[in-house]
């Protein structure tokens, strides 16, 4: 039977083939609505409201009664402590990552010795790092005298109450302190008191404890709450997706003075406002350069624009009279660093192409003609035409990682195209700034022109990271040569060399590292950054490299999704893949949240051409993936996409996309050759006679054509689609 069915499915593809108007198998199989039960993956708690789920219990030690009372809110847990006793400690999970203030539900306290009975709290991501302080508090990064010694101490009241983790101290503005909000997904609780909140506590005594909870601060992200989504034939893909934007819904949250950044990032201008912070624990200050993947993945997957526009306007507004732009409010606006004016360009760009926001691009672009015009030709080399780290104030400037590179560096230059080239696009879709586009238009083809000549090791095919004295230094690293084939600087032959050489040497278990060697520091060949990672696997899709790109994704987030404390996305990976910082480690970071705009754009295929989606395009790059379909927003409604290429062993393929009225898109399908029929409508538009005024282009391996009106528009590649499909 089954040999029957095989030759009847090949005889038929042969059929379709030569004969693509005849009946064929695929009018059966290829569009037929695939699940469309998305909602499972998300990850977002139900309410802000977040209980414990479970009780750790290798930790559990001493005099404690009814331990599990704690999950369930009945009956109350007992901690009891004499002299000599062993620590009662309990230590709780929530399951998953979460973020917020805990509040405990006391039944009271007890103790005939003097002092109130003290218990302390640790929190942290992890278990292996979780101890008798947290893995990290905000007083570890608080300058001068710490509010707390990183655990948080609650003196318990004789009479029930609700505690609620706040900011402060309890006593004589120094003694039985707490730090207020935390990051985390496990913590321990223990009766003890610290030695410097006498008289006021002790460790001995009694405490019950009805419940416990947190209050999430992030974004709720329910899933009534989507206006994008993504869903494909890979369950590992869709769940990393929807993961993701979790860790991004835990960053985006209200600007407090008591729970962002300790160090000079109060600001007042912030104060109050929705905002994407860098990450859910720590540091919690919004970083421009951040924005680059999260506020795509923002965009993408929830109608909360603002939360980007809030730290975009903030930092314009903070821009410096020679042009530099803070990269967070963190030191009063000063923090030094030499590549974060460069994405808060890309990101406006971002923010304009995705929302439409031209409210925000005109008032904003006396900003971006400032940082290009005037701060980054003060650092430029006049000789060479690249900007030059160490010329004018450049020197001690660093970048979103702190990196000790010097000379002209190709991550800096090649990000400085792409800036360049977005606000040229700018200045073109606003209207009368032709001066504008001519001038950054051709200086960035200057310094495209001067990175492929000067910077370019011929000896691995890829570029040089930076200088070592007067020549280059003996290292490539994955930032500026992922990036010079974004902004184009690479050419498609420089490109797959480059992208070979990054295979070749930077491939991890646990993702690709962000340099080749350790010539720079210590263990940066074993260091991987999702945030940097996107813009590499962005790379490979869009020189059609996709076997490569998904397994980077898969080796990537699969590591993170595997290990503790799963779901989120961490802020970097380590040598053989532990946290690249240790405790500090931020393990929901929303700039590793790649994957969402990777997949989206790329797989799923739809990526904004002009301002608010006015124009896109649709060009899935399918790889190993059979069928994916999705919803991406626009300010005038949900562009909807669903392809199946289940079929394509037989060079046949399904389309079918529909979007708000007078947006026009250019729809691209993959084709084994030129002589494939193609149909819109079924109608022939290519591959045989067009009878059509339809111009198909075929380039690459795909035939690309323009689509525009309300409603949806089915291609099909090498058979003729029978009846309607439903997105």
């Not at 526009?309 to 821009?319: K, S």
């Not at 989120?568 to 040598?575: F, H, L, M, Q």
Request: hydrophobic share 35%; aromatic share 12%; with cysteine.
């Amino acid at each position: 039977m089954w040999r029957s069915i095989l030759f009847l499915v090949s005889f038929w593809g042969h059929i379709a083939r030569c004969y693509p108007a005849a009946e064929s198998s695929y009018q059966n199989t290829l569009g037929f609505e695939r699940p469309n039960d998305w909602e499972k993956y998300v990850q977002s708690p139900a309410t802000n409201i977040i209980s414990p789920v479970a009780i750790v219990s290798n930790y559990t030690q001493g005099n404690i009664t009814n331990v599990d009372g704690l999950l369930a809110g009945q009956g109350v847990t007992t901690l009891t402590r004499n002299d000599e006793d062993l620590v009662p400690t309990i230590v709780v999970d929530f399951g998953k990552n979460i973020a917020g203030f805990l509040s405990i539900q006391f039944g009271g306290a007890y103790n005939t010795t003097p002092g109130i009975p003290s218990i302390r709290l640790a929190f942290s991501e992890t278990l292996e790092y979780l101890t008798n302080v947290s893995d990290f508090s905000r007083s570890d990064n608080q300058d001068g005298q710490k509010t707390t010694p990183g655990s948080d101490q609650i003196a318990v009241k004789s009479d029930p109450y609700t505690w609620t983790d706040t900011h402060g101290c309890e006593f004589q503005g120094t003694k039985v302190c707490a730090d207020g909000f935390h990051g985390y997904r496990y913590v321990k609780i223990y009766m003890d008191s610290l030695p410097a909140d006498a008289p006021y506590t002790t460790s001995y005594g009694s405490v019950s404890i009805s419940s416990m909870s947190l209050n999430f601060t992030g974004f709720l992200g329910t899933p009534d709450t989507f206006t994008g989504w993504f869903q494909s034939s890979d369950e590992q893909l869709n769940q990393w997706w929807y993961d993701s934007v979790y860790t991004n819904d835990m960053c985006t949250d209200t600007f407090r003075e008591n729970d962002t950044e300790p160090r000079g990032a109060y600001s007042p201008t912030l104060e109050g406002k929705l905002v994407l912070h860098d990450g859910a624990k720590r540091d919690r200050d919004p970083y421009i350069g951040d924005l680059a993947v999260s506020a795509l993945t923002s965009y993408l997957s929830h109608n909360v624009p603002l939360a980007a526009r809030d730290v975009l306007a903030d930092l314009g507004d903070h821009q410096r009279s020679d042009g530099w732009i803070p990269p967070a409010s963190i030191r009063d606006y000063t923090l030094p660093l030499l590549d974060y004016p460069l994405w808060w360009v890309v990101c406006s760009y971002d923010l304009y192409m995705y929302t439409g926001d031209t409210e925000y691009i005109t008032d904003y672009y006396p900003v971006i003609v400032k940082v290009l015009d005037k701060f980054y030709p003060s650092i430029t080399n006049s000789t060479t035409q690249l900007l030059q780290k160490g010329l004018g104030i450049s020197g001690g400037y660093g970048d979103y990682a702190f990196l000790p590179r010097s000379g002209p560096v190709t991550y800096y230059n090649v990000l400085y195209v792409l800036a360049l080239n977005h606000a040229a696009s700018i200045a073109t879709f606003l209207g009368g700034h032709d001066d504008d586009a001519s001038r950054w238009t051709t200086r960035a083809a200057h310094v495209s022109g001067a990175v492929n000549g000067n910077l370019f090791d011929t000896s691995v095919g890829a570029f040089w990271d930076g200088t070592c004295g007067s020549s280059p230094c003996a290292t490539h690293a994955q930032d500026g040569n992922s990036i010079s084939i974004r902004s184009g600087v690479a050419n498609q032959t420089t490109a797959n060399s480059v992208l070979s050489y990054l295979s070749k040497a930077m491939a991890r278990p646990y993702g690709n590292s962000f340099y080749d060697n350790d010539v720079l520091q210590e263990s940066f060949s074993q260091r991987v950054y999702a945030f940097i990672s996107y813009f590499e696997i962005d790379a490979r899709f869009k020189t059609g490299l996709t076997d490569s790109a998904l397994d980077q994704i898969r080796r990537m987030y699969g590591w993170m999704a595997a290990n503790d404390p799963g779901v989120t996305a961490w802020e970097g990976i380590g040598p053989n893949g532990t946290k690249y910082e240790g405790a500090f480690t931020s393990l929901a970071h929303g700039w590793s949240t790649g994957i969402v705009p990777a997949l989206t754009n790329n797989v799923l295929g739809v990526t904004p051409t002009g301002p608010g989606f006015s124009t896109y395009i649709i060009k899935p790059t399918p790889g190993d993936v059979q069928w994916a379909k999705g919803v991406v927003p626009t300010p005038k409604g949900p562009i909807k996409v669903y392809w199946d290429n289940s079929f394509k062993n037989q060079g046949v393929f399904f389309l079918t996309a529909s979007a708000p009225d007078g947006y026009n898109g250019t729809f691209s399908v993959p084709v084994t050759n030129s002589s494939v029929p193609v149909y819109l409508n079924s109608q022939l538009v290519s591959g045989g006679e067009n009878g059509t005024d339809i111009n198909v282009v075929l380039e690459d391996g795909y035939a690309s054509l323009p689509v525009s009106g309300l409603g949806e528009n089915t291609i099909t590649v090498g058979y003729k689609v029978r009846g309607k499909r439903d997105l």
